[in-house]
């Protein structure tokens, strides 16, 4: 997950472009997203999902991604 001014983005890769998935903290489901034509997933930092994340980063909580 890398950090842009005010995007967390999540670099898939190619070949899961366009793709659906199931974004969770632990075992709480946070979201469902698909991946851009780049592969790459965009959360805004400054809403209640973003916050979320940021708050799971920095507390070293794992996240997964579901296909």
């Known amino acids: ?6 995007n967390l983005l999540i670099e898939l890769g190619l070949d899961m472009q366009n793709r659906d ?9 946070i979201l469902s997203a698909k991946a851009g034509k ?3 997933m965009k959360i805004k930092k400054n809403n209640n999902i973003g ?3 940021m708050r799971a ?3 070293r909580e ?6």
Request: net charge positive; aromatic share 10%; proline share 0%.
């Open 1 to 6: 997950i890398n950090h842009k001014k005010n």
């Open 51 to 53: 916050s979320r994340l």
């Open 21 to 29: 998935f199931d974004l969770y903290i632990g075992d709480e489901f």
């Open 62 to 67: 794992k996240i997964s991604l579901r296909v």
């Open 38 to 40: 780049t592969g790459i």
């Open 57 to 59: 980063l920095q507390n």
